[in-house]
């Protein structure tokens, strides 16, 4: 299996900054694209941002210019550093990983447990 551990969530007031990483293990042969969603209270989940496995990025709108997302191919690590967080950003962060467990499978897509990012003065 694989699984997926985030960290680096918590409150911070509105203006401030938070990193989040999310550490890849388990039966991995190759990870292709990683990527933060998030959902908040009573709304859907939604891509924050995600890279591949050559460092090509796309991000939502919303978080564009506040956020980068980055990646340690190494580690199998996803990195998201979050700055001028705005009470909007709460949510609950989660990451997701397209991983290919043994050569010449499919990629199939996990999921971490999630991390609770809390915006608020």
């Known amino acids: 299996q694989v699984q997926l551990v985030e960290s680096g969530g918590g409150l911070v007031q509105p203006g401030g900054s938070l990193g989040l990483s999310c550490a890849a293990s388990?039966?991995?042969?190759?990870?292709?694209?990683m990527g933060w969603y998030r959902q908040a209270p009573g709304k859907q989940r939604e891509l924050v941002a995600r890279?591949?496995?050559?460092?090509?990025?796309n991000y939502a709108d919303s978080v564009k210019g506040r956020f980068t997302i980055s990646r340690d191919n190494a580690k199998n690590t996803v990195y998201l550093q979050m700055n001028s967080l705005k009470p909007e950003d709460t949510a609950v962060y989660y990451c997701?990983?397209?991983?290919?467990?043994?050569?010449?499978?499919?990629?199939?897509?996990?999921w971490g447990q999630g991390t609770q990012v809390t915006v608020s003065s």
């Open positions: 388990g039966s991995i042969f190759v990870i292709y694209t």
């Open positions: 890279i591949t496995r050559g460092a090509s990025t």
């Open positions: 997701n990983a397209d991983v290919v467990r043994e050569l010449g499978y499919p990629s199939l897509t996990f």
